[in-house]
């Protein structure tokens, strides 16, 4: 017996089908558009439905033969066949040689020549002394028109005419013009189609139970369309129930990519924590990016295979005072920081060297001049390092970086904010220190973090600014610096473990791309 | 940041301790801020067992030794500092046994020179390695690849003493170098010799090289390129050797010594003077008998190192905690703490440097982390709250976001897009070609991404907000860094039209009334771009990209696409 759920997913031209005919009919195309009006397609479409659903099965299959409009057919039909153009153009004109009728007319000499032929042939023209065409009958003869008549009749069955509806005579007419395939220079082409013909089963009788049942009939209303809202014509009818298990269609909808939403959500965190946000140029200066950090220029992370170099322009105009000449001095003699420097001779030209950001301390180093006390500031910047490519090492990437200014900030305020970062914008349980070193800080520190997921890692390095880095720069009180690694909670938020997926241009991973990452 | 090796046994032996627990040895390590790198225990002998460490602390060459760090451990356990009693000062005068002459005509190439000599007991294979390891990590990291500090390694029974350190011409002198059979000019030792290529940059045009020979005058070294195969070459089994080091930077050559002194000291050796005389003065006198001691006392207020510690010692806890970092300290007023530097340590540039040893030798579990009280109030710059405003309203046009990287190739960037490479900031010293430009436009990623992607279900609508940098001889550095944001449609009925329709949906929204007006750039089909203008200022360009464009990137869709500057936008 057949469910209600698999009758109620019959469509409506299923249930015309199946209330139409019964179990043991034989029907086809052409029974089915008769007896139920359906067009062209919609029974080829229930058809394979119902077989489908082994309501039909094929009971026979004949092949029938069709004579098909050519695209030249098409032509004879719209403008005339040859024959009668010439025949109207001897009328019009008066004779014509046949090299004068081919131009004329737009035909080649081939053309013009049957045509000639066949009008001899029926007596309606000659050929005259100084060789040109004459009428010799003033009207066609019926062979003639008989052509005209079936280019009409094909017409009007859209081109295309069933073998069994011409008489004897078309039939014998139709072998002159038609070729099996492709030939361009005839009207018609033979075209073969299998007629399929279909019994129904007596699964049939089952659906038609199920369907009387249901008081289905095919004439549900499907698609609620403006016109039925407006005429209120779905007052009347029931509505179709659709296959509610039908897979939905892909839409591509437009979105944020995952990876700069994480960003956003770690700046997000840091603006809850009371940071403000900095930004500066991705060319900067030796002097801002290393020098002003008390790292000697001499230094071995200073190399030429340690940053990028801009090759045009090469300096930039001036560095901005008091800066230079305090960080100078600072790098010679330690200046008014209290240090003894490095005991070096400070190059002034080479401060001014022009190279891309390497760390984004460089932006805290920046911000000092112009920060407030108390004041905390956070920049996520992309920086450029002289690494090879590869899936942890990335030519250019990102670094968050911030600074904390207070009367009152010390070692212990300083854990206090790692301990922070590892909890609230790491998700970290356990947070453990170890002292660090960065030329630019002292005391400094490394914080690492136990995460749920990676297990122990090193999050970040910090400590608090050297009085050569923050005197230097006129700042009096001290200055937290830290710096936090967040690629690697990126990648694990992202399902991803190469980080140059981050910034992949495959824009179908990116649009199926989610993100796994929890904000705390 | 610098890596050694280190032999086990030898480690365990003068860090007098005995690890097997690898988390522990690692919580040890801290207190030199090293890291273990490499420590496979499953290998058999421990005799013959290495372990790779990772030290930190670029200022602290005294640790990037096997002797070196197993001391700081073992200080810090035991609380007890060696003494080096074979180290002069200015205060303390000895007598040397052996002599070095410096002669003037060096003075003006390679000036500095120390040395001392260690006897007493056969080297053995691990430690003339170790002792390798250590001059050349002390050259290459410490001593700037050699320019600043090299180290040099003889057998003392081949030496007719004093030592003589001059300047000659290098067309002249000729020896036989190391890892050679032939004699060569200096000259050709540069040019030929591998050692002599990969330092040559030292040396290269100087009338006058640094030459160290005996005194009958036979070649010991020609520093800093490579040792006489002759007098210069040290094998497992010597038992006395003279080391010195020579450098354009007289504390660090100074220190470099007493590193390498106090780690044979450490090791057994007995360590015996050399004077150096020299024809010119030098800040420790003309004539200095090494190992020479030559730091400052520091010192620094208790109540300072308080306050940056956020802490509340008292003077004999923060004098123990240097003790255990190895530090003489000591107070006569209760209030001042006064260090001297241990031999082997010339870090202490600033006064807060001593903080950092009173921290680790407190200890980092005593400091309890203090949640901070200050107010303040956060926010994003301006450029980013209106970057996010901008994102919002393309992707309710159905735009994709894409994050690019902003470092590229000339290809990418000038040639497939139809533009002269002339206008993007170019890197001097690029490692590839592939990463050689920095952009100056969000489109050629967006290109980037219709070049790998035309698979993916048409229509593609991508856009990126981020940086490009661009040229302007009227900044300061020439370059500007602005943020731009940068949209792309690609099917096959993108054209103008849609571009357009979107750019209007896009400036109605952000409030900017704008109007247009033919543009001509190369990456767009001409008659089908227009300039965006804002007040009579451009801010950017949309059109439909030229099919040589799309060829070249091999892209076979139509592609419209435009390009905003947001930070112009963001103004009045």
Same mark, same amino acid.
């Given at each position: 017996?057949?469910?209600?759920?698999?009758?109620?997913?019959?469509?409506?031209?299923?249930?015309?089908?199946?209330?139409?005919?019964?179990?043991?009919?034989?029907?086809?195309?052409?029974?089915?558009?008769?007896?139920?009006?359906?067009?062209?397609?919609?029974?080829?479409?229930?058809?394979?439905?119902?077989?489908?659903?082994?309501?039909?099965?094929?009971?026979?299959?004949?092949?029938?033969?069709?004579?098909?409009?050519?695209?030249?057919?098409?032509?004879?039909?719209?403008?005339?066949?040859?024959?009668?153009?010439?025949?109207?153009?001897?009328?019009?004109?008066?004779?014509?040689?046949?090299?004068?009728?081919?131009?004329?007319?737009?035909?080649?000499?081939?053309?013009?020549?049957?045509?000639?032929?066949?009008?001899?042939?029926?007596?309606?023209?000659?050929?005259?002394?100084?060789?040109?065409?004459?009428?010799?009958?003033?009207?066609?003869?019926?062979?003639?028109?008989?052509?005209?008549?079936?280019?009409?009749?094909?017409?009007?069955?859209?081109?295309?005419?069933?073998?069994?509806?011409?008489?004897?005579?078309?039939?014998?007419?139709?072998?002159?013009?038609?070729?099996?395939?492709?030939?361009?220079?005839?009207?018609?082409?033979?075209?073969?189609?299998?007629?399929?013909? #279909?019994?129904?089963? @007596?699964?049939? !009788?089952?659906?038609?139970? *199920?369907?009387?049942?249901? =008081?289905? $009939? +095919?004439?549900?209303?499907?698609?609620?369309?403006?016109?039925?809202?407006?005429?209120?014509?779905?007052?009347?009818?029931?509505?179709?129930?659709?296959?509610?298990?039908?897979?939905?269609?892909?839409?591509?909808?437009?979105?944020?990519?995952?990876?700069?939403?994480?960003?956003?959500?770690?700046?997000?965190?840091?603006?809850?924590?009371?940071?403000?946000?900095?930004?500066?140029?991705?060319?900067?200066?030796?002097?801002?990016?290393?020098?002003?950090?008390?790292?000697?220029?001499?230094?071995?992370?200073?190399?030429?295979?340690?940053?990028?170099?801009?090759?045009?322009?090469?300096?930039?105009? #001036?560095?901005?005072? @008091?800066?230079? !000449?305090?960080?100078?001095? *600072?790098?010679?003699?330690? =200046?008014? $920081? +209290?240090?003894?420097?490095?005991?070096?001779?400070?190059?002034?030209?080479?401060?001014?060297?022009?190279?891309?950001?390497?760390?984004?301390?460089?932006?805290?180093?920046?911000?000092?001049?112009?920060?407030?006390?108390?004041?905390?500031?956070?920049?996520?910047?992309?920086?450029?390092?002289?690494?090879?490519?590869?899936?942890?090492?990335?030519?250019?990437?990102?670094?968050?970086?911030?600074?904390?200014?207070?009367?009152?900030?010390?070692?212990?305020?300083?854990?206090?904010?790692?301990?922070?970062?590892?909890?609230?914008?790491?998700?970290?349980?356990?947070?453990?220190?170890?002292?660090?070193? #960065?030329?630019?800080?002292?005391?400094?520190?490394?914080?690492?973090?136990?995460?749920?997921?990676? =297990?122990?890692?090193?999050?970040?390095?910090?400590?608090?600014?050297?009085?050569?880095?923050?005197?230097?720069?006129?700042?009096?009180?001290?200055?937290?610096?830290?710096?936090?690694?967040?690629?690697?909670?990126?990648?694990?938020?992202?399902?991803?473990?190469?980080?140059?997926?981050?910034?992949?241009?495959?824009?179908?991973?990116?649009?199926?791309?989610?993100?796994?990452?929890?904000?705390? | 940041?610098?890596?050694?090796?280190?032999?086990?046994?030898?480690?365990?032996?003068?860090?007098?301790?005995?690890?097997?627990?690898?988390?522990?040895?690692?919580?040890?390590?801290?207190?030199?801020?090293?890291?273990?790198?490499?420590?496979?225990?499953?290998?058999?002998?421990?005799?013959?067992?290495?372990?790779?460490?990772?030290?930190?602390?670029?200022?602290?060459?005294?640790?990037?030794?096997?002797?070196?760090?197993?001391?700081?451990?073992?200080?810090?356990?035991?609380?007890?500092?060696?003494?080096?009693?074979?180290?002069?000062?200015?205060?303390?005068?000895?007598?040397?046994?052996?002599?070095?002459?410096?002669?003037?005509?060096?003075?003006?190439?390679?000036?500095?020179?120390?040395?001392?000599?260690?006897?007493?007991?056969?080297?053995?294979?691990?430690?003339?390695?170790?002792?390798?390891?250590?001059?050349?990590?002390?050259?290459?990291?410490?001593?700037?690849?050699?320019?600043?500090?090299?180290?040099?390694?003889?057998?003392?029974?081949?030496?007719?003493?004093?030592?003589?350190?001059?300047?000659?011409?290098?067309?002249?002198?000729?020896?036989?170098?190391?890892?050679?059979?032939?004699?060569?000019?200096?000259?050709?030792?540069?040019?030929?010799?591998?050692?002599?290529?990969?330092?040559?940059?030292?040396?290269?045009?100087?009338?006058?090289?640094?030459?160290?020979?005996?005194?009958?005058?036979?070649?010991?070294?020609?520093?800093?390129?490579?040792?006489?195969?002759?007098?210069?070459?040290?094998?497992?089994?010597?038992?006395?050797?003279?080391?010195?080091?020579?450098?354009?930077?007289?504390?660090?050559?100074?220190?470099?010594?007493?590193?390498?002194?106090?780690?044979?000291?450490?090791?057994?050796?007995?360590?015996?003077?050399?004077?150096?005389?020299?024809?010119?003065?030098?800040?420790?006198?003309?004539?200095?008998?090494?190992?020479?001691?030559?730091?400052?006392?520091?010192?620094?207020?208790?109540?300072?190192?308080?306050?940056?510690?956020?802490?509340?010692?008292?003077?004999?806890?923060?004098?123990?905690?240097?003790?255990?970092?190895?530090?003489?300290?000591?107070?006569?007023?209760?209030?001042?703490?006064?260090?001297?530097?241990?031999?082997?340590?010339?870090?202490?540039?600033?006064?807060?440097?001593?903080?950092?040893?009173?921290?680790?030798?407190?200890?980092?579990?005593?400091?309890?982390?203090?949640?901070?009280?200050?107010?303040?109030?956060?926010?994003?710059?301006?450029?980013?709250?209106?970057?996010?405003?901008?994102?919002?309203?393309?992707?309710?046009?159905?735009?994709?976001?894409?994050?690019?990287?902003?470092?590229?190739?000339?290809?990418?960037?000038?040639?497939?897009?139809?533009?002269?490479?002339?206008?993007?900031?170019?890197?001097?010293?690029?490692?590839?070609?592939?990463?050689?430009?920095?952009?100056?436009?969000?489109?050629?990623?967006?290109?980037?991404?219709?070049?790998?992607?035309?698979?993916?279900?048409?229509?593609?609508?991508?856009?990126?907000?981020?940086?490009?940098?661009?040229?302007?001889?009227?900044?300061?550095?020439?370059?500007?860094?602005?943020?731009?944001?940068?949209?792309?449609?690609?099917?096959?009925?993108?054209?103008?039209?849609?571009?357009?329709?979107?750019?209007?949906?896009?400036?109605?929204?952000?409030?900017?009334?704008?109007?247009?007006?033919?543009?001509?750039?190369?990456?767009?089909?001409?008659?089908?771009?227009?300039?965006?203008?804002?007040?009579?200022?451009?801010?950017?360009?949309?059109?439909?990209?030229?099919?040589?464009?799309?060829?070249?990137?091999?892209?076979?869709?139509?592609?419209?696409?435009?390009?905003?500057?947001?930070?112009?936008?963001?103004?009045?």
């Amino acid at each position: 017996m057949i469910d209600q759920s698999a009758a109620r997913a019959l469509h409506p031209l299923e249930v015309k089908i199946i209330l139409a005919f019964s179990s043991g009919d034989i029907i086809d195309s052409a029974r089915v558009r008769e007896k139920l009006g359906f067009k062209e397609g919609q029974d080829q479409q229930a058809f394979s439905w119902l077989v489908a659903k082994g309501v039909l099965e094929e009971a026979d299959r004949q092949t029938e033969v069709f004579y098909e409009l050519t695209p030249l057919g098409q032509e004879w039909h719209d403008e005339g066949t040859p024959v009668m153009r010439i025949f109207s153009l001897l009328r019009e004109s008066g004779p014509l040689s046949l090299p004068d009728i081919a131009q004329k007319l737009g035909f080649d000499q081939k053309t013009v020549g049957s045509a000639f032929g066949a009008l001899s042939k029926e007596g309606v023209c000659a050929m005259d002394a100084p060789r040109r065409a004459v009428l010799a009958r003033p009207e066609l003869p019926q062979p003639l028109l008989d052509t005209e008549a079936l280019l009409d009749a094909a017409a009007a069955h859209d081109g295309s005419l069933p073998e069994t509806s011409l008489t004897p005579q078309q039939k014998a007419l139709m072998a002159q013009y038609a070729k099996k395939r492709g030939a361009q220079d005839a009207p018609f082409r033979i075209a073969e189609r299998a007629k399929v013909l #279909f019994r129904l089963t @007596p699964l049939a !009788s089952e659906y038609r139970e *199920a369907v009387t049942a249901l =008081g289905m $009939t +095919g004439e549900e209303l499907g698609a609620i369309t403006p016109e039925m809202l407006e005429k209120g014509t779905w007052k009347q009818g029931s509505f179709r129930p659709y296959n509610l298990q039908i897979p939905p269609a892909r839409v591509i909808p437009g979105r944020r990519n995952p990876y700069v939403e994480f960003l956003d959500s770690v700046k997000d965190k840091l603006v809850s924590l009371g940071f403000e946000e900095f930004d500066g140029n991705m060319v900067e200066t030796e002097f801002w990016n290393s020098d002003a950090l008390f790292m000697p220029q001499f230094h071995s992370a200073r190399d030429i295979h340690d940053v990028y170099y801009i090759e045009e322009p090469t300096h930039a105009k #001036f560095i901005e005072e @008091p800066y230079l !000449s305090r960080v100078a001095a *600072a790098h010679e003699h330690g =200046g008014n $920081t +209290g240090s003894r420097g490095w005991q070096y001779q400070f190059d002034r030209d080479f401060t001014r060297r022009l190279i891309l950001r390497s760390q984004g301390t460089v932006l805290s180093a920046r911000q000092l001049p112009k920060a407030k006390v108390p004041g905390k500031y956070f920049g996520i910047v992309r920086c450029f390092r002289y690494d090879r490519v590869d899936a942890t090492h990335l030519s250019d990437f990102y670094q968050t970086e911030g600074i904390v200014l207070g009367e009152d900030v010390n070692l212990r305020t300083l854990l206090g904010f790692l301990e922070m970062f590892a909890v609230e914008v790491a998700g970290a349980k356990e947070v453990k220190y170890v002292p660090g070193y #960065f030329p630019f800080t002292e005391p400094s520190i490394e914080v690492h973090i136990k995460h749920p997921v990676l =297990g122990w890692f090193e999050l970040g390095g910090s400590g608090i600014f050297r009085p050569e880095v923050a005197r230097s720069l006129g700042v009096d009180v001290p200055v937290l610096a830290w710096g936090i690694g967040i690629d690697r909670m990126a990648l694990m938020a992202l399902g991803l473990n190469d980080l140059r997926e981050l910034f992949s241009a495959d824009l179908e991973s990116v649009r199926m791309r989610r993100s796994q990452y929890k904000i705390q | 940041m610098p890596k050694i090796e280190v032999n086990e046994e030898l480690f365990f032996g003068l860090a007098g301790k005995t690890w097997s627990d690898k988390e522990e040895f690692e919580e040890d390590l801290t207190v030199a801020k090293a890291e273990l790198d490499e420590w496979d225990t499953s290998l058999s002998a421990d005799r013959e067992r290495t372990i790779k460490i990772e030290l930190n602390d670029t200022n602290r060459p005294d640790l990037w030794s096997t002797a070196g760090l197993a001391r700081q451990l073992r200080m810090y356990r035991t609380r007890s500092i060696p003494s080096y009693p074979f180290f002069a000062s200015r205060k303390k005068a000895l007598k040397a046994p052996y002599r070095v002459m410096v002669e003037k005509s060096v003075k003006g190439v390679r000036p500095w020179l120390a040395g001392f000599v260690a006897k007493g007991k056969p080297i053995s294979d691990a430690l003339l390695r170790d002792m390798i390891q250590t001059q050349e990590k002390l050259a290459w990291n410490f001593g700037r690849k050699r320019k600043g500090v090299s180290i040099g390694i003889y057998r003392i029974a081949l030496i007719e003493w004093p030592v003589h350190y001059r300047g000659v011409d290098p067309d002249k002198v000729s020896f036989v170098p190391l890892q050679e059979t032939r004699t060569m000019t200096l000259n050709q030792i540069l040019e030929q010799h591998p050692k002599g290529i990969e330092y040559a940059s030292i040396l290269k045009g100087r009338p006058v090289h640094p030459l160290l020979t005996d005194a009958k005058g036979r070649v010991l070294s020609y520093p800093p390129i490579i040792n006489s195969a002759d007098l210069g070459a040290v094998q497992v089994g010597d038992a006395e050797i003279f080391i010195e080091v020579t450098g354009s930077d007289y504390p660090s050559v100074a220190l470099s010594s007493a590193i390498m002194a106090c780690d044979l000291a450490d090791m057994g050796f007995e360590i015996e003077n050399v004077q150096v005389d020299y024809e010119y003065d030098t800040p420790f006198g003309s004539s200095v008998v090494f190992p020479y001691y030559f730091q400052e006392e520091v010192s620094v207020p208790l109540d300072d190192a308080n306050r940056l510690l956020g802490s509340s010692l008292e003077m004999a806890g923060a004098l123990e905690a240097l003790t255990r970092m190895g530090l003489c300290a000591y107070s006569t007023d209760g209030a001042l703490i006064h260090v001297a530097p241990p031999e082997y340590r010339n870090d202490f540039l600033h006064p807060f440097d001593i903080v950092e040893d009173i921290m680790i030798g407190v200890g980092m579990e005593k400091f309890a982390p203090l949640r901070p009280t200050d107010f303040t109030i956060g926010r994003l710059t301006p450029i980013e709250r209106f970057s996010r405003k901008a994102k919002s309203i393309v992707v309710g046009l159905g735009y994709q976001e894409m994050i690019y990287n902003y470092l590229g190739s000339g290809k990418d960037y000038a040639e497939k897009m139809q533009i002269s490479a002339e206008g993007l900031v170019k890197i001097a010293n690029p490692m590839t070609e592939n990463y050689e430009y920095v952009r100056n436009s969000p489109l050629p990623g967006l290109m980037q991404t219709e070049s790998v992607s035309a698979k993916a279900s048409y229509p593609h609508r991508t856009f990126e907000v981020g940086k490009v940098a661009l040229k302007d001889s009227e900044a300061n550095y020439g370059i500007v860094t602005r943020q731009y944001i940068g949209f792309l449609t690609s099917h096959a009925q993108a054209d103008y039209n849609e571009i357009a329709s979107h750019v209007a949906a896009f400036m109605y929204l952000l409030g900017k009334e704008y109007t247009v007006r033919e543009s001509s750039d190369s990456r767009f089909v001409p008659g089908r771009q227009v300039d965006v203008l804002v007040d009579g200022a451009r801010v950017g360009i949309f059109g439909e990209l030229h099919p040589s464009v799309l060829e070249a990137f091999g892209v076979m869709m139509p592609c419209a696409a435009g390009e905003l500057d947001l930070e112009m936008l963001l103004e009045d």
